[in-house]
């Protein structure tokens, strides 16, 4: 007989825990993490997914990419490429457990006959890895080379201790590799061909001191490719720079097989094809998001009420609520933008941005600081909906300074209700000298009038005004102009 294991991830109103046993002692995992599925091979009797449906030679692909996901695992948290190597050695049957648990989170992409890419397998087995190393600590090496049977805790194999100094090695490494001048006195080609695009050599070791990887990429395998890619899109290339240095991943994962396809599912939920060179100077990290991890955001966008027109058109202009989680940040933040009373979908259409904020951090001081003046909360919801910007500030820098202000200006409170963009103005720029001289030419505007207007239709305005004045006052304004 042989045992497969694979994840579930599913909630179980039982705390039971499933046993792995064969007459030793077995690790015991928690139900809601796993499932073992029999394969008896006399009997031919399987469990819920047939690995039938998987090909030999698939089937010796995927180990192999296990194997190698788990020596990049083990070597990332400080193992010598010797004693990776050997613990992959001795663990055939964990290997064996990692790629049965692809079946099993993947399954529909089985039985329609599609093969899982390298990236959507990092993606799949890394953060069970990181958990199991959260779980077992020191003794991670023992738990995978001991699988299924429970590691001997008094005498780690290798343990593993994701030591400072051998972070900082890998990252001397890079910036070393970086900076290297070969023998004919040049620096490596990548590097040469990241300066002529505008890069200077500080950037790029800063680069290689954030993702140590970037250093090792090739110049005609992955930077030069993707550097064109993103040319032929219309980025400019003085853009080039910027979106390297914030996502230099981009060049490291596949034109055809992940980019391309990505970029093709945002088209087809709406984003704007004619607005990508913007999109990805916006958000580079868009396009390195698995599928799903989108579908799932735009999934929530659905469940607010947004049309596909309006989800595409906040994809294009806010690409980054999709790093955004559903489950820990937009949907506690949905809930408590309603509880304000706000319409959040129209919300999400107008200020999408306001949903990666902290709602401890950010929202809820907000929403203090103009209860404590005196608003209710339907007027601070009201304010909110009319101007959804009004969270995105801070409350020493720019709250508090215009609301000291505005006490001294001749409005009511109700005026920062229906006019709420009172506070995007600059009060130094904008409000102060406007204030002023609306004042001295003794009349009065809304409070809308006197900030949102342009210069000139401000002055016409305020003359407009002072003839109103005058009229009533049975002046003749021209020659108190003229005075």
Known sequence: MEAFCALRFADFASPRQVLFSTGRTRLVFPQKLFFCRARFADSGIEGSFSLKLVSPALLAAEKEEAKAVLTLFLKK????????ARTINKSELFVDHLVARLHSVH?????VGRELTTLEIREALIPYLESLLEEHGIYMVDVVESFPDAPVKAKPVAPIIKSQSSIDLKKLKAISRVSEIGPAGKLPPHILYLL??????????????RFPSFAYYSLEGKIKPTVEFLLDLGVPKSDIPTILTKRPQLCGISLYENIMPTMRFLENLGVDKKQWA???YRFPALLTYSRQKVKTTVDFLYEMGLSEEIIGKVLTRCPNIISYSVEDKLRPTADYFRSLGVDVGVLLHRS?????????GNLKPVTEFFYERGYTMEEIGTMLSRYGALYTFSLAENLMPKWEFFLTMDYSKSELVKFPQYFGYSLVERIKP????MKECGVMLLLNQLLSLSAANFDKALNKKIQKLAAGNGVDPKSDVDQ
């Not at 399954?107 to 039985?111: F, G």
């Not at 999408?352 to 401890?360: A, D, K, M, N, R």
């Not at 406007?434 to 001289?437: T, V």
């Open 77 to 84: 948290q400080g193992l010598s490429n010797t004693i990776a």
């Open 107 to 111: 399954k529909s992409r089985y039985l």
């Open 196 to 209: 002529e695009l505008g890069m200077d050599l500080d950037q790029i070791k800063g680069i290689a001191r």
């Open 278 to 280: 913007k999109v990805i």
């Open 352 to 360: 999408p941005t306001v949903f990666g904020l902290s709602i401890e």
């Open 434 to 437: 406007r204030y002023a001289l």
